[in-house]
């Protein structure tokens, strides 16, 4: 008897799962509050180049969590997103220049733009997946600069056009383009995290899991592949609204093939995470990178691929519970 109650005693103090992961989540959420004051600090001590960088790595990361969500939810990959992320930053460059308004007015408009584009391709597309689809989005995106190209007289042409108006008046500038592009990483995360729990995301889940299962249940693919591309396509839009704040311009070179296979680069560097962590990992990478390898010269692609295997390999050698945690959650 003794002997059965010592064991007993020995097994309920050896840490279980449930114990890692209580105390992974609390390691996390004091990581996540002394990151959100480092983020909230940083232009205080850094200032100058640094927060400009920083202010487009939050820019970048909204429009790698749109790539992210349409992997999560849609089960599809897309070579195309700077399309989406070019809609954001020409409404919001164009609004300005006909109608004088600034980014948070035009913000919605530039949301609504990546929606409707998204659900325009998404509706002739419905029944494309694999790599049929993600070629149909590449080819978005070679097309797009001869678009903007054709069209120089509204667009500004190879000169593109400037973003000036100050959208908080009393703030400078400089810190503008640091904290509207870092709320409107918080503000997607925060609306994506409700979403998860929603019907709809339920219903799109399941779609990715099993077609069949869900149209049993009278949910159509159709309408999965319509929500996903309007709902990735907005959320691009207001990364490329963002950007176009931060940078304070557009123009076509900006919105090249190479953008669009950037953005998916993120995307699998942040692990298509829809989190605040995640986001800025892919959003920085997709930033700094190219600021980094700029002298390695033709060491640039076995670089960027070593970074991506690192990456991918130490991520699936972690424990199923700390890559949901990463990732922001299963859904």
Partial sequence: MSSVMMSVNDSASKPGPQTHVTVFQRWSTSAGIAGAVVLLLLPIVVGGYWTYTVGLCFANAIAVISVGFLVRYGGEVSIGHGVFVAAGAYAVALMEKYAGVSLLMSLPVAALAGAVLGMIFAFPSRHLSGIYLAVATMALALALPEVLLHFSSVTGGYEGLYVKLDALPGMSKEMQRYYLPLAGLVAVVMLLRQFRRSRQAKALLLIRTSAHAAESFGVRRSWARLSCMALSGG??????????????????????????????????????????????????????????????????????????????????ALPASVRARLQGGQA
């Avoid at 963002?242 to 993120?266: E, K, Y």
């Avoid at 892919?282 to 970074?307: E, K, S």
């Fill in 235 to 316: 959320i691009a839009a207001i990364g490329g609204a963002m950007l176009s704040f931060s940078s304070s311009t557009v123009s076509p070179n900006s919105f090249t093939l190479w953008t669009s296979i950037f953005l998916l680069v993120g995307s699998v560097v942040s692990l298509y995470s829809l989190s605040i962590a995640g986001g800025v990992i892919g959003g920085a990478f997709l930033t700094l990178m190219p600021l980094l390898l700029a002298g390695a010269g033709d060491w640039v692609p076995i670089l960027y691929g070593a970074a991506l295997l690192t990456v991918v390999l130490g991520f699936n």
